[in-house]
C-alpha cells in the first residue's frame, strides 16, 4: 500500500466542485494510494484534524455518480487565509505533523483564487523543511477570474444557469406590455464573467438582455438612468444584468450608496448585496416606472439541477489530472483547462506554478464589449457558448434531484 | 366552418399556462372553429381589438410543442377589472360588439381568481343580452389558492421548483460549518400553498428546511427571533422559508415594517417584497448571527427548464376539457381538477359554476400543519407530492431551453 492522499475544498461552492473530488478521489485510488481523506472544511478543519475516509462515504460507483451531481462542497469549505510561514511558523508545523501523523503523500486543494495562495505557501513551506509531499491546486471558480486557465470549472455551469434564467425572466418581464425595468444582480466582485453571461439569452427565440453592467467598467449612476429613460422611448421592457461588484469611478461599490450594513470576511472582501435593489429604486423614482429587482444570489451557483456537461466533465477532469501530476512528482503547481480550439471545441489540460495564479485576477477585457460598455461582442460568445453546451440530468427521485451528503 | 373562438391569458404568468393555451387551441381546432384567435394581453387588449389569428404563428407541431414548454404568458397578460355592467354597461358593449364582429362563438380565459371574476361577469352579461356566446374559465395560478379545484394548473410545477431550490440552498448554506440564518421569500400573498412546498424538500438525502412561515399563522417578530435562537443552539445552519405574506397579528404585513415604498396594483393589491431581508437583518442585529435573505422572486413563477410534467399534462387536459365544455354548451363555468385517489395519484376534470370560484381565495387548512405552526404535516406532503413528479425536459438548443414568443 503506498502513503495516503488527501483533499480539500475551499471558498465558495459551486454545483460541478464535488465532480473535480470525485476525480481526485478516483484518479489517487486507481493510482495505488492507501487512504484517500477529506479534509472537513478545508485547511480550517485540517488544523483542527478534523478528516475523513472518503472510502467510507463513497462505497460504490452510485455514490461517485451522485457525487458527480450534488452542487456545493461535499467536504464543506472555509474561508481561512493561511498566515505566512514566516510570521507564524507554529501553524505550519501543527499542519505538517497532522499530515505526517497521517502519513500523506499528496495533498490536493481545490477552489479558487485564496485556495491558491494557500497551496503556494504549503509548497513552499515543504519545499523549506525538506517535506515530500506533493501540493496541487484543482482550480474552481464560478467567477471564471484565475489567470492562465483558459476559464474555470464552475464556471460553465453558472453561466448556463444565468443564460436560462435570463430567458426566462426577459420572458416573464414582458407579459403586461407595461413600462417595466427588471434590475437582475448577479455575482462577481471585481470580475463580469458572470453578468456577462447574461448576454448569451439573446437569441432567435428571445430579445435578449438590453444593458449589461460589469465592475470592470467604472459606473455612473446618472448615465444609467439616462441609458434607460432612452431604451424606455422603443421598448417597454427593459431587462439588465448587473455586477453586484460595479463600482463608482471614486472606487466605492454601488451598493454602498444604499443604507446597508456591509460586514467584511477574512480575506477582507465587503459584503456586496443591494445594487440591483438600489438601482431599481432609484430608476422608479426618476423615471416613475415600475421596477423589480432580482438577485440570482446563491441559486447561481449551486443550481445542481442545471449544470453544463461540458463544465461537469472538465471539473472532473481536472482533478484528475492534479492526481496524475502529483504522483508523478510535481507540486506548487495548478491544473490549468488549454482551449485547443473553439470550432469544434476541444480543450486539455496543462500545469503552471502556482505563483501565476494565486492573488492574482483576471478580468473581462473590455474589447469584448461594444463601444459603450453596454452589451459583449461576438468575440465574447464565441469564448462562452461552447462552455454551457449539452446537459447532465440530476438522478431525480420522486420528483426531486437526489444528492449525496455528509451527516455529522 | 363554424364560428370562431378566442381565448386570453390573465394574471401572473406561470411555466405551464402556455401548455392550457395549446389544449384549448387544439381542442378548438379538433372541434370544428373557424379561426381560433388570442387576446393580446387580455381583456384590456381585447377592448383595443388586439387580437391575432393563432394559427399564423402556430403553424406546426413543433410550435405547439415548443409553446407547452415555453414559461410566461405567450399572448401577454393584464390585471384589468371588468367594471359591474350595471355600473358601466359601454364597456361590455363595446366588448360584445368586438366579438360579433369577430364572429366569437366560444370565450377562454386562462387564470386565477380575478381571471375568473371576469369570466362571471361576462357570462351574466351574455345571460342578461341573450348572447349564444359560450364563456368558459380556464384555471391557472401558482399560488393554487382557488376554491373547488383540488389544485390548481401551475402550483405543480413552481412546488417543484421550490423543493429542487430548497435542496439546494440547504447545501449550499452548511457548507461553512459555521453559524448561519438563511430566510428564504416565496411567493404567496394570502395563501401559504407555495411557502408549504419548501416542505418538500426533506428526505433522507436532505435535511430540509428548519422553519416554514405561512400567511395564514399571525406572524410575532420576536417569537420568531427566539424560535431561530433555541434551533441555532444544536444547529448551525438554519435554513427558513417565509411567505411574503406574512401578517402581524394587527393584520400589517410584515414587509411594511421595513421602509420601502410600497405599490398598489388596479385590483388593490399591494406589492410585497422585503419580508426575508427584514427578517435577516433582525435576526444578524438581535443574535449576532451572520444571516443570508433569498428572494425567489420571479424566478419561482417562470422556471420553464424545471417543471412538473404532470402540472403540463393536467395544464393542457384543463385547456382541452374547457373547449369541451364550452362546445357541448357550457357557459359560466371553469373546469376544475378533481382528485380520484392518491396512490396510485389518479386526477380527472369537473365544471363548476363560476360563482363558487370567482373571489374567493383557499386558504392552507393549518391541520395540515404542526402544533407549533412551523412544519408541514404528512398530511400536506401526501397532497403535495403527486403534482411534482416527472419531469418535461426543455428543448435545449446550443446549451440553452428553446421558446416561442409573439414579436411585436
Same mark, same amino acid.
Given at each position: 500500500m503506498g502513503k495516503n492522499a488527501i483533499v480539500g475544498q475551499s471558498g465558495g461552492p459551486t454545483s460541478v466542485i464535488n465532480a473535480s473530488l470525485a476525480g481526485v478521489y478516483e484518479s489517487c485510488k486507481?493510482?495505488?494510494?492507501?487512504?484517500? +481523506?477529506?479534509?472537513?472544511?478545508?485547511?480550517?478543519?485540517?488544523?483542527?484534524?478534523?478528516?475523513?475516509?472518503?472510502?467510507?462515504?463513497? #462505497?460504490?460507483?452510485?455514490?461517485?455518480?451522485?457525487?458527480?451531481?450534488?452542487?456545493? #462542497? @461535499?467536504?464543506?469549505?472555509?474561508? +481561512?487565509?493561511?498566515?505566512?510561514?514566516?510570521?507564524?511558523?507554529?501553524?505550519?508545523?501543527?499542519?505538517?505533523?497532522?499530515?505526517?501523523?497521517?502519513?500523506?503523500?499528496?495533498f490536493f486543494y481545490i477552489g479558487g483564487n485564496d485556495s491558491m495562495d494557500t497551496i503556494g505557501k504549503l509548497a513552499d513551506y515543504g519545499a523549506h523543511v525538506g517535506s515530500d509531499i506533493r501540493f496541487m491546486g484543482v482550480p474552481k471558480t464560478i467567477d471564471n477570474d484565475l489567470m492562465i486557465t483558459d476559464h474555470t470549472p464552475g464556471y460553465g455551469s453558472a453561466a448556463k444557469y444565468i443564460g436560462v434564467v435570463m430567458k426566462e425572466i426577459i420572458r416573464d418581464a414582458t407579459v403586461y406590455g407595461t413600462k417595466y425595468v427588471t434590475v437582475v444582480e448577479i455575482m462577481g466582485r471585481n470580475a463580469g464573467w458572470l453578468t456577462a453571461a447574461a448576454a448569451l439569452a439573446?437569441?432567435?427565440?428571445?430579445?435578449?438582455?438590453?444593458?449589461?453592467?460589469?465592475?470592470?467598467?467604472? @459606473?455612473?449612476?446618472?448615465?444609467?438612468?439616462?441609458?434607460?429613460?432612452?431604451?424606455?422611448?422603443?421598448?417597454?421592457?427593459?431587462?439588465?444584468?448587473?455586477?453586484?461588484?460595479?463600482?463608482?469611478?471614486?472606487?466605492? +461599490?454601488?451598493?454602498?450608496?444604499?443604507?446597508?450594513?456591509?460586514?467584511?470576511?477574512?480575506?477582507?472582501?465587503? #459584503?456586496?448585496?443591494?445594487?440591483?435593489?438600489?438601482?431599481?429604486?432609484?430608476?422608479?423614482?426618476?423615471?416613475?416606472?415600475?421596477?423589480?429587482?432580482?438577485?440570482l444570489s446563491t441559486l447561481q451557483r449551486c443550481?445542481?439541477?442545471?449544470?453544463?456537461?461540458?463544465?461537469?466533465?472538465?471539473? +472532473?477532469?481536472?482533478?484528475?489530472?492534479?492526481?496524475?501530476?502529483?504522483?508523478?512528482?510535481?507540486?506548487?503547481?495548478?491544473?490549468?483547462?488549454?482551449?485547443?480550439?473553439?470550432?469544434?471545441?476541444?480543450?486539455?489540460?496543462?500545469?503552471?506554478?502556482?505563483?501565476?495564479?494565486?492573488n492574482l485576477e483576471k478580468k473581462v477585457p473590455l474589447s469584448w464589449m461594444n463601444e459603450n460598455h453596454t452589451q459583449m461582442t461576438q468575440e465574447f460568445l464565441d469564448y462562452a457558448r461552447p462552455l454551457i453546451q449539452a446537459e447532465l440530468t440530476p438522478i431525480y427521485i420522486a420528483g426531486l434531484p437526489h444528492h449525496i451528503y455528509m451527516k455529522r
Open positions: 486507481n493510482r495505488g494510494a492507501g487512504i484517500v +481523506y477529506g479534509m472537513c472544511n478545508g485547511v480550517a478543519g485540517l488544523l483542527k484534524k478534523e478528516v475523513v475516509d472518503l472510502s467510507t462515504l463513497l #462505497s460504490d460507483d452510485l455514490e461517485i455518480e451522485l457525487l458527480k451531481r450534488t452542487p456545493s #462542497s @461535499f467536504l464543506g469549505s472555509c474561508r +481561512y487565509k493561511l498566515p505566512d510561514w514566516q510570521a507564524d511558523e507554529a501553524t505550519y508545523e501543527k499542519l505538517f505533523d497532522i499530515l505526517k501523523e497521517l502519513d500523506i503523500g499528496w439573446k437569441g432567435p427565440d428571445s430579445e435578449g438582455v438590453d444593458m449589461i453592467c460589469l465592475p470592470e467598467v467604472p @459606473f455612473n449612476v446618472d448615465r444609467f438612468v439616462e441609458k434607460v429613460r432612452v431604451m424606455q422611448e422603443t421598448k417597454a421592457s427593459i431587462v439588465i444584468a448587473v455586477s453586484e461588484g460595479v463600482k463608482l469611478e471614486d472606487g466605492r +461599490y454601488v451598493c454602498e450608496l444604499a443604507d446597508d450594513v456591509h460586514a467584511v470576511d477574512a480575506f477582507g472582501h465587503k #459584503s456586496l448585496t443591494g445594487t440591483a435593489r438600489f438601482l431599481a429604486n432609484t430608476v422608479a423614482r426618476k423615471l416613475d416606472t415600475k421596477t423589480r429587482c432580482i438577485e443550481a445542481g439541477h442545471l449544470t453544463s456537461r461540458t463544465d461537469i466533465t472538465e471539473a +472532473y477532469q481536472v482533478g484528475g489530472a492534479a492526481a496524475k501530476a502529483a504522483f508523478e512528482g510535481h507540486t506548487g503547481e495548478m491544473v490549468a483547462l488549454k482551449r485547443i480550439s473553439n470550432n469544434p471545441y476541444q480543450c486539455t489540460t496543462e500545469l503552471h506554478p502556482i505563483s501565476e495564479v494565486a
